[in-house]
């Protein structure tokens, strides 16, 4: 609908709409491949599964847009230099607007599948098609103004400040996929796991840290140290690691990865903030309970005090 009133209008502004959703319709294509790879269970060879070909997909479909705002700007600017040439303005804005309103429904339900599955690709592609659709809207109304003033240049103007508004969507997604593949820290990932380890935070939790996440599509990836009294057994260890191992894996949901090392306390520095009040090895009274948050879970505090244990002594 777009590429034929680029043709009848010889408008740079829907030119610009048009590529916009002509390297969408590429870019769809590889978010299609990728949610079917996705998919495909870990394998010896991939033993952390597929999830990560998401990232790729959104890093590729952030490229292909910043290469259509380049193009978009170059015809823009060859427009300015030799004049518009406009065409039945009247008709191309009608089939902008009918594009729009198909891209604003799409979007919405991309973004709200994805969310509801936890898929980027759905999610990346869906504010694609929403971005879409609000420069569809504001090519409408730039070219409305051309109607009613009758100054012909504001089209390629209106081309330029779209061709700004998607290479900052397609930077945004770049973004997001160098971050996946170099398994950045996800600050919500991070907020949701330590809610979850300070609702079933007991006092045989002595301490956490070197907490670590990462997300493959919609499979999580979580390990932590976790601090126990020294003179268990083995069998009441693995009895204790095991319930939270399902508690957090149920929770995260399905095909989700928990590792738990356990470290054993060492006396007396850990007794200062050890909680269970009936204790033999105690060599120290408890003086205080340690706060828990995502940055001494996962900081340089928690490297020190596993290191140097000796550091939690008052």
Known sequence: MKSTAYFLTHSAAIFSDALE??????????????????????DRSHPYGHGKIEFFSAGFEGALIIFAAVAIAYQAATS???????????IGILFTVAASFVNLFLGNYLIRTGQQTTSLTLIADGRHVLTDS???????????????????????????AVALNIIVSGIKLVRVSIRGLMDESDP????????MILRERTPEWIDVHHL??????EIYHVDFHLTIPFYWKVDEAHEFQK?????MEGELGGGTQVLIHLDPCIPPAC?????????????????????????TLTGPEAY????EPSALVP
């Open 21 to 42: 959703s002509i390297v969408h319709v590429a870019a769809t294509a590889m978010a299609m491949f990728s949610v079917f790879f996705s998919a495909r269970p870990a």
């Open 80 to 90: 300015l230099v030799l004049g518009p040439k406009l065409e039945k303005l009247d």
């Open 134 to 160: 609000i420069t569809s809207f504001g090519v409408v109304v730039g070219l409305g103004l051309v109607l009613l003033t009758g100054w012909s240049f504001l089209d390629p103007l209106v081309a330029i």
């Open 188 to 195: 919500g990932t991070l907020r949701k796991i330590l809610s």
């Open 212 to 217: 670590r996440a990462w997300q493959s599509g």
């Open 243 to 247: 319930k939270i191992l399902t508690t």
């Open 271 to 295: 007794c200062t903030m050890c909680e269970i009040v009936r204790c033999a090895e105690r060599q120290r009274q408890f003086v205080h309970r340690r706060e828990w948050t995502v940055s």
């Open 304 to 307: 020190l005090l596993s290191k």
